[in-house]
C-alpha cells in the first residue's frame, strides 16, 4: 500500500451501513468483517484496537463479536485519528466519554468532546506538520526541478 493510501485509509469516509440489514444487525452485533467493511480499516487494525483495550468484543467460539457500543467507540477512535490524535490521547478522550465528565466547557467534534485548550493544542500540532511537510515539498520539488527529464 502506498504512502498517499496509508494517509488516505486513516481518513476515510465512514460509510453507512447497506440498506438491508442483517439480523445481527438488528440485534446491534457486528462481526469483525462487518466493521472492517463498513469503516475501511484492515483485519488487523481492529485486532490492533482490541489490543491496546480501545474496543471490547466479545467471543463467540472463536469469532469475534461486536456490539453497538464497539461500533460507536471504533467511529470515534477513527475520528480522533483523522484529527490526528495518538491512541494514547483517545484513549483518555474514550475514558472521560465512558465517564460523561466532559462537562459544558466541551466542543463536540465529530463525536468526541474536546475541551478548547485541546482543540487549540491540535490545531497548532497540525499547523507545524503542515509548514513542515509544505518545507519538504519545495525542497523535493526544487530538487526535480533540477533533475533532467526523464
Do not use: C, W
Amino acid at each position: 500500500m502506498s504512502r498517499q493510501n496509508l494517509a488516505m485509509a486513516g481518513s476515510s469516509s465512514h460509510e453507512a451501513r447497506s440498506a438491508t440489514p442483517t439480523q445481527a444487525d438488528e440485534a446491534g452485533e457486528y462481526t469483525i468483517s462487518d466493521l472492517a467493511r463498513d469503516f475501511g480499516v484492515t483485519l488487523r487494525t481492529l485486532r490492533f484496537y482490541e489490543s491496546r483495550g480501545l474496543i471490547a468484543p466479545t467471543r463467540s467460539g472463536m469469532a469475534r463479536v461486536y456490539s453497538a457500543r464497539d461500533r460507536a467507540r471504533l467511529a470515534l477512535i477513527l475520528k480522533g485519528k483523522q484529527l490526528g490524535f495518538t491512541l494514547v490521547e483517545i484513549r483518555a478522550m474514550l475514558a472521560n466519554e465512558d465517564k460523561k465528565g466532559a462537562g459544558d466547557k466541551a466542543a463536540n467534534v465529530g463525536g468526541l468532546q474536546l475541551s478548547r485548550d485541546q482543540i487549540v493544542e491540535q490545531l497548532d500540532l497540525l499547523r507545524s506538520q503542515r509548514a513542515e511537510i509544505e518545507g519538504a515539498i519545495t525542497e523535493l520539488e526544487a530538487s526535480l526541478a533540477r533533475l533532467p527529464k526523464a
